[in-house]
């Protein structure tokens, strides 16, 4: 058990909806990743927050959005879903943020299906 | 650029034996480099987390060099088991984060297949 929670681990939509996914980072950590796979592919790295603010970006969607929140966990508000946001949606935390991130810890991943 | 490339894309491997997957990057400047293992449908888990002074590390039965002149780090796996089968991704971070991931730089992972 990493000590990364995230809600709910399974979600089935329809196109055009908006979900959101939730992250409890690990006791005391102040980042937050999240980072999109889709089937068979590697991690990609949607953002980063660190206590509260954001820190870095990556291939996020526009329609995508995330924010931290003062209890430091996360969400990740996905809308205008399509078929190819289909995908695992995972959350990892570190303690540090900064230019030298410390170990990182994964939670178990939202698996979202958009039908 | 930075960049993280794993080799080979995929391995299968009788149980019992030895096999080494390849990790070669140009990621500048140079923090750290961490081996994680991805269970199909979980979190990566963290295997090892080398620095630039450190050439081995092991962690039961897996051992991961860095030859940081060469840019290239290896994960071994000794007396592989059924549970061994999993993805095996390599990650290196940068001293100050930039472009659009950041500071952590993702290789694609290595499939790894452990067969009785």
């Known amino acids: 058990d990493s000590g990364v929670t995230q809600t709910p681990k399974h979600l089935i939509t329809a196109t055009g909806q908006r979900v959101t996914l939730r992250c409890s980072p690990r006791s005391g950590d102040l980042s937050v990743y999240w980072y999109q796979q889709s089937l068979d592919q590697g991690l990609q790295f949607l953002i980063q927050?660190?206590?509260?603010?954001?820190?870095a970006k990556g291939n996020i969607l526009e329609r995508f959005s995330a924010q931290q929140f003062p209890d430091l966990h996360s969400e990740l508000n996905l809308s205008s879903l399509e078929l190819g946001d289909s995908a695992l949606y995972f959350c990892a935390s570190s303690s540090g943020g900064g230019s030298n991130t410390g170990e990182l810890f994964f939670g178990e991943g939202s698996r979202l299906t958009v039908l | 650029k930075n960049q993280v490339e794993q080799s080979p894309q995929s391995l299968i491997i009788l149980e019992g034996k030895n096999c080494t997957l390849q990790?070669?990057?140009?990621?500048?400047?140079?923090?750290?480099l961490r081996w994680y293992k991805q269970d199909t449908g979980r979190g990566p888990v963290s295997l090892t987390i080398?620095?630039?002074?450190?050439n081995t590390k092991s962690n039961r039965r897996y051992t991961a060099t860095l030859d940081a002149d060469t840019k290239q780090s290896s994960l071994h796996i000794t007396a592989s088991q059924l549970s061994d089968s999993a993805s095996y991704i390599c990650v290196v971070s940068a001293w100050k984060y930039g472009g659009s991931q950041g500071n952590l730089i993702f290789g694609k992972g290595t499939k790894l297949s452990v067969k009785p």
């Open positions: 990790c070669n990057y140009t990621v500048s400047p140079f923090s750290n």
């Open positions: 080398m620095t630039f002074s450190e």
């Open positions: 927050y660190y206590n509260g603010e954001e820190r």
